[in-house]
T-cell receptor, first 114, second 110 residues
Framework: DGGITQSPKYLFRKEGQNVTLSCEQN?????MYWYRQDPGQGLRLIYY???????QKGDIAEGYSVSREKKESFPLTVTSAQKNPTAFYLC?????????????FGPGTRLTVL | DQQVKQNSPSLSVQEGRISILNCDYT??????FLWYKKYPAEGPTFLIS?????DKNEDGRFTVFLNKSAKHLSLHIVPSQPGDSAVYFC?????????FGTGTRLKVLA
């Protein structure tokens, strides 16, 4: 079954710690994306990658970092520099970074900073 | 600056009636638009899309209308069903990115 997996579903971290969220896809998609969703807000783009070993900042990249060493994987690290990290994080992919393709989303990871 | 806007945060509709969800955008260069449906604690799922060369696209109970001169699109769901209750996001896709609106929570009343 093809799809996007995110793990874990729920994640707790202490203030000041870095944490890495996993995102894996077996859809053979070139482009991958990270969003965060806060209550009452839409999806805000953190980082995106249209090809392996390349990625671009989205609208709210500060305090986050990513890597794209493999086509299938696009992990997101939430660093201690992120001032308000508690949120629902969504990973997505699309066939190419072309504008006429829809994105497919993973189930999300809810991060809570204690 | 919100480039994609959904001005109605919520909408309630009776089962069997039409649901109309609206979305406005500011950039006339946007040429591809999508609607997603999202349940709580899940990722959004793609519903329907439209490119700017069309003004209407249908898929079963879902129809999207695009008015380029007004920079406005709408999603019609007919007939509405209780299972349609969710948050609906519109999105515009310029140059490989996707810009999402803030969402409209639809509640279909049985």
């Amino acid at each position: 079954d093809g799809g996007i997996t995110q793990s874990p579903k729920y994640l707790f971290r202490k203030e000041g710690q870095n944490v890495t969220l996993s995102c894996e896809q077996n859809l053979n998609h070139d482009a991958m994306y990270w969003y965060r969703q806060d209550p009452g807000q839409g999806l805000r783009l953190i980082y995106y990658s249209q090809i392996v070993n390349d990625f671009q900042k989205g609208d709210i990249a500060e305090g986050y970092s990513v890597s794209r060493e493999k086509k299938e994987s696009f992990p997101l690290t939430v660093t201690s520099a992120q001032k308000n990290p508690t949120a629902f994080y969504l990973c997505a992919s699309s066939i190419q970074g072309h504008r006429y393709n829809e994105q497919f989303f993973g189930p999300g990871t809810r991060l809570t900073v204690l | 600056d919100q480039q994609v806007k959904q001005n109605s945060p919520s909408l309630s509709v009776q089962e069997g009636r039409i649901s109309i969800l609206n979305c406005d955008y500011t950039n006339s260069m946007f040429d591809y638009f999508l609607w997603y449906k999202k349940y709580p604690a899940e990722g959004p799922t793609f519903l329907i899309s439209i490119s700017s060369i069309k003004d209407k696209n249908e898929d079963g109970r879902f129809t999207v209308f695009l008015n380029k001169s007004a920079k406005h699109l709408s999603l019609h769901i007919v007939p509405s069903q209780p299972g349609d209750s969710a948050v609906y996001f519109c999105a515009a896709s310029p140059k490989g990115k996707y810009i999402f609106g803030t969402g409209t929570r639809l509640k279909v009343l049985a």
